[in-house]
């Protein structure tokens, strides 16, 4: 990773455009014209972004693919999930649990977009869009998932902008020479958020 972050060449604007990119641009910087970017490392949900500021179309203007098998790894899947919780046990808020877990619940979901379902019953021509539908058939068919890291971890430092994996990324990305340095920092940050979380 330090070798691909300290070849600024390949970032466009190098580490300071780099970090003064938003989101939203990030994904439009490779449907400008020319192009400022040739690929977005990013999760099913950027589709969203894509449509809505760029003119680009599924498969034909952008497309998805597994990420490469690293020493003939099996296919592996990282992602984010939702969860329901019942606070009060009742046989009608049990029913509903129960509903939601069904194939028949999902596929409504499935079927309006925007959303993936692991459940192996959901039939792939219930996802109308092709992406989706090559997404949620890898999530269905993973012989491994792994939560993104940052889901994972206290919100202290997986998820709050500013501290955390956040800032300390940024700081990898402006000194990607300091491997050992920021892994200390990243073990010590992590460290303060489960003590404190």
């Not at 203007?61 to 020493?71: A, H």
């Not at 009608?92 to 409504?108: C, D, G, H, M, Q």
């Not at 959303?115 to 999530?139: H, I, M, W």
């Not at 068919?141 to 990324?169: C, H, I, M, W, Y």
Request: aromatic share 10%; no cysteine; proline share 7%.
């Amino acid at each position: 990773m330090a070798k691909i972050l300290g070849d600024t060449d390949n970032i466009f604007g190098g580490t300071q455009g780099a970090l003064q990119t938003d989101f939203p641009t990030s994904v439009t910087n490779a449907f400008a014209d020319p192009p400022k970017a040739a690929m977005v490392l990013e999760a099913d949900f950027v589709e969203g972004e894509i449509l809505n500021s760029t003119k680009a179309k599924p498969e034909t203007g952008f497309n998805v693919f597994d990420f490469p098998s690293i020493n003939d790894s099996p296919p592996s899947v990282v992602g984010g999930g939702d969860q329901v919780v019942m606070f009060k046990d009742s046989p009608a808020a049990r029913a509903l649990v129960e509903y939601l877990a069904t194939p028949e619940a999902a596929e409504i979901w499935v079927r309006r977009g925007g959303f993936s379902s692991p459940n192996k019953g959901v039939p792939e021509s219930a996802y109308q869009d092709p992406l989706l539908r090559a997404t949620a058939t890898a999530l269905a068919n993973a012989q491994n998932f792994r939560f993104d890291l940052s889901d994972l971890q206290p919100s202290a430092f997986g998820g709050t902008v500013g501290q955390g994996e956040f800032k300390l990324f940024q700081d990898f990305l402006s000194n990607p020479s300091d491997v050992d340095g920021i892994a200390q920092k990243l073990e010590d940050a992590a460290a303060a958020a489960y003590k404190s979380g």
